[in-house]
Every structure is written in C-alpha cells, then in structure tokens.
C-alpha cells in the first residue's frame, strides 16, 4: 500500500479563506481580531514559528504586535508584558511563545494570561475547560490535527488512535479530545511515552497513529500496521550539509518506509504545521466576535 498524503497546507488555505472572509465582515462592524505574541530569547526555532504566525496573521487580515524580550529579562518584565496585552482592547489573543529560556516561570506566566484572551488554551481554566468537554479555546497544535483528520475523510469515531509524547502542549490534550463524546472525537485512546517498555506493541494495534516524541526516527516501518492513517506532529532540525540553512527538517516517522505501509500520513513540513496556525488564527477570530456578544 502507498500512502495518501494528508495535505495540511490545503486544507489550511481552504480553512483560512473561511476566516479571511468572516475577519472582512468583522472589520465592516469595526473589529480587528489582534493576536499579541511575546517572543523571549533568540531560539531560532521559536523565531521562525513565531514570524510564520505573524505572517499568517497579516494573510488573513488580523492584526498582531509583537514584543521580543532577550533571554535574560527578567520574571517581572515577561508578566508585565503580558499584563500590557491583557489590559490592550486591540488584542483578542495572546501568545507567549514556549519553550521560555527559563523554563521555571513557565507556569506562572500562562496563569497570567487572561483566560478570556488565551488563544493557546494553554491557562489552567481553558485546560479545565478542554478536559470537561466544555467549551473554550482548544490548543492549536491538537485542535490542527482533529481537523486535518476530520476533512481527510478518517474514521475517528470507534478507532483505536495511539499518541507518542505525553506533553501538555500536544499528547495530553489530543488524548482528551479524542476520547470526548463528540464529532471530532469517540475514540480509544493509548498514549505511549519514554516509560513505555515497547512502543510498537501498541502503534502495531493503532488504526491512527498520533507521533508527537519531538525524536527523529521515533515510528519506523515495522511499527505500523497495514492501512493505518500517520499523524506526524514531529518537527525536527537535522543537520544537513547539502542544505543552505545547515538543516532539514523531519518528523518523528520514518516516512518513506513508513508511507509504503500507511493508508494516509502527514508530510512534514506541510502537514500539521500549517494546522497549527490556522487554529490560532481561528482562536483568534472567535475571541474577536465574542466582542459581538451572544449570537
Ligand atoms: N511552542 C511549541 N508549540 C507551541 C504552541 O502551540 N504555542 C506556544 N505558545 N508555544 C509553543
């Protein structure tokens, strides 16, 4: 079997044409859906997903402010940031960009967030929320792959889904949505981790792999079962003479061995990437339009 790919890139520009145009209607009653990202530190990684967010911002008609702070600013600085955002009527959604280069105020910085605002749905309150199957802003790389699942046409619903990676930015939240009793989800779910004695006993049961170990090489071939559907949430810089930039990026699967064996896989980049974004966007927009008020 040869896989079909799951084209992120697509579905993304289809599901931002959407929010293109319901921004436009949203301009004509005077709201401007704002996204305020705080970058802190020189990561080139988290520079370039931080500029592709603006970018896609600016694409899509909203408006987004950024505010770069250096490595060593201090816990003070990084909330006042935030509390500047959470006080800023322009700003509909705010993003602090993770990981922080002190990853020990991590915490502290999401609770500031006005829940109201956080368009990661990262705040404690949100992650309540997401977990209780209520609604709220769901995180954007998990809420990215539910729907490139829900528009490839995969069967979720009944489907035995294993998650590699139990972080709370991606496994975790999949593995709740994907066990709530809803149209995006009803499945069985297994999340597999570093502690797991024998990760492919249970990938080799999936009928949708989830890989989310931020490793290289972490599902290879004789992982997969025949006609299984690949989600490859991975991305990873490898070090690549032969490029320009020094680097390649590749997931977590092994994907050319892995595509012969899959029904569908995502590629990277271009699969769950663009995803990402759009879901920010589209968290971004729906904070906006509660300034409506109740439709
Ligand atoms: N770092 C990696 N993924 C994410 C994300 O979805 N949001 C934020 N804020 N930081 C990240």
Do not use: W
């Amino acid at each position: 079997m040869t896989a079909a790919i799951l084209d992120g890139k697509k579905i993304s520009a289809d599901m931002r044409e959407e929010l293109r145009a319901e921004t436009a209607l949203l301009r004509e009653k005077g709201i401007i859906p704002g996204l305020g990202v705080v970058l802190v530190g020189d990561d080139p990684a988290s520079r370039s997903y931080v500029t592709a967010k603006e970018k896609a911002c600016e694409e899509t008609g909203l408006y987004s402010d950024e505010v770069k702070l250096p490595a060593d600013a201090s816990r003070e600085r990084i909330l006042e940031a935030v509390d500047a955002f959470n006080r800023d009527d322009r700003i509909h959604g705010i993003l602090v960009q993770l990981p922080l280069p002190d990853s020990s105020i991590e915490h502290e910085v999401i609770d500031r967030i006005d829940p109201a605002k956080d368009v990661d749905g990262f705040h404690p309150y949100n992650a309540g929320c997401m977990m209780l199957g209520r609604e709220t802003f769901l995180p954007c790389t998990p809420h990215g792959v539910l729907h490139l699942l829900k528009r490839s046409g995969a069967r979720v619903a009944g489907s035995h889904v294993v998650i590699v990676g139990r972080s709370n930015i991606v496994g975790r939240p999949l593995a709740n949505l994907l066990s709530l009793k809803n149209e995006l989800g009803n499945a069985t779910v297994t999340i597999c981790h570093t502690g797991t004695p024998d990760i492919g006993v249970h990938t080799r049961q999936a009928d949708i792999i989830i890989a989310a170990a931020g490793r290289p090489g972490t599902v290879t071939a004789d992982m997969v079962k025949d006609g299984a559907v690949v989600i490859d949430v991975g991305v990873n810089r490898v070090p690549d003479a032969s490029k320009k930039k020094g680097y390649r990026l590749a997931g977590d699967v092994d994907f050319d061995a892995v595509a012969e064996k899959a029904s569908a896989i995502t590629p990277v980049p271009g699969g769950v990437g663009p995803m990402t974004i759009t879901m920010l966007l589209l968290n971004t927009v729906q904070s906006a339009k509660r300034k409506l008020g109740p439709s």
